[in-house]
């Protein structure tokens, strides 16, 4: 890759691609590569196009971008945006203070990203925690949506059929394997509303059929103590978006006329205490892959005779730290999974000392 010869990489290995960090001789600019073998690829090369021309046709502030494209004969190289300031659940946790405006503040960055994408004609399909990282670690960072890889252009129907996304996010339709159209990242962003509010997901149980008989019925519920200092503003706007009917359910421009958006309603008291603990024991990485395990959901939908759709197979995503992605902090806590070369290494620790990285 001519930019970046001769430089440090930190290496990352995900389950079909490595991401190395690295500098811009020129500007030095860090970057984000996400290297693909191209054997990795056979049989999927629809995905990584439709990834690449929907990141082509893509430029807004809260979304990560695609920098550029490179190819070798062995390899397929997006350099990426570089974001650095860590996961959403990581930043909660670590305040002192958070507040239901706080939480307002980040969704409505969400709404106006996927409502960008929407306008766009596209469909993110996998919106989560994991794929929502802060751009710096300054406190006043904005918020980024990564991860692509099962978004989709729709087309002159604006109806899709394919089974995917993360168990825990999925919409009901999706679920039953109706068609369903970009109503479905509506109900995701009314997922991690809830979360962000209480610190445990809407929807759990240790038995998967029972899980996905809750989400099927968009049944839940707003448990007290945990949400008897919310208010009634917050609770009505995820219930507008965690809608089961699709064409009853909020679109992202009516949600941001909702005044717990853009009004004056999001209260002001300090909920980081309750919220910060339910995270700390409901969103650990190994009980968080446990509980909304991809398999599980794949077994559901072949019981149900879900498992292939017009579009293709079923892309249930399993969920995990960082996908391979840009998810730099995650990264450099794998150990085992990072290769340095001793001037990489200088590097990166002098970036952690300076909370470039975390």
């Known amino acids: 890759i001519h930019l970046f010869k001769d430089t440090d990489f930190c290496k ?27 054997k990795a690829l056979e049989g999927k090369e629809n995905n990584i196009e439709n990834e690449i021309a929907v990141l082509h046709r893509i430029k807004h502030p809260n979304i990560v971008s695609l920098e550029d494209i490179f190819e070798s004969t062995s390899h397929l190289y997006l350099v990426m945006q570089l974001v650095s300031g860590g996961e959403l659940f990581d930043r909660i ?29 596209i469909v993110h399909r996998d919106l989560k925690p994991e794929n929502l990282l802060y751009y710096s670690m300054d406190e006043d960072s904005k918020i980024m949506i990564s991860d692509f890889g099962l978004s989709k252009i729709e087309g002159t129907g604006s109806v899709m059929s394919t ?30 509303s809830y979360i962000l509010l209480c610190g445990y997901p809407p929807f759990y149980d240790e038995n998967d059929a029972k899980l996905f008989e809750q989400i099927l019925k968009a049944e839940y519920e707003f448990d007290s103590p945990y949400w008897d200092d919310i208010s009634d503003s917050a609770k009505d706007f995820i219930c507008h ?10 679109t ?25 603990a339910q995270i700390k024991k409901n969103f650990a990485k190994s009980k968080w892959k446990q509980a909304f395990n991809a398999t599980a959901v794949v077994r559901h939908m072949r ?15 399993p969920t ?16 085992s999974l990072i290769r340095l070369c001793p001037a990489a290494e200088t590097k990166v620790n002098m970036l952690l000392e300076k909370k470039v990285l975390v």
């Open 303 to 317: 019981k149900l005779q879900l498992g292939t759709s017009l579009e293709g197979p079923s892309q249930i995503t």
């Open 163 to 192: 089974a995917c996304g993360t168990p825990g996010y999925v919409a009901p339709e999706v679920l039953a394997q109706k068609p369903y159209s970009k109503a479905v990242d509506c109900w995701s962003i009314g997922v991690i």
């Open 252 to 276: 992202c421009e009516q949600a941001l006329q909702h005044p717990w958006i853009c009004g004056d309603t999001a209260l002001d008291k300090n909920i980081h205490e309750s919220v910060s």
């Open 320 to 335: 995990s730290p960082c996908h391979g992605h840009l998810c730099v902090k995650e990264g450099l806590r794998m150990g």
């Open 12 to 38: 990352v290995k995900g389950a079909f691609s490595e991401v190395v960090l690295a500098e811009e001789k020129r500007t030095q600019r860090l970057v984000a590569i996400k290297c693909i073998p191209k």
């Open 93 to 121: 946790v670590e305040k002192g203070f958070y507040t239901e405006r706080d939480a307002s503040q980040l969704i409505h960055q969400i709404l106006d990203a996927v409502k960008y994408l929407h306008d766009m004609g």
């Open 241 to 250: 978006l965690m809608e089961k009917d699709p064409l009853k359910r909020y």
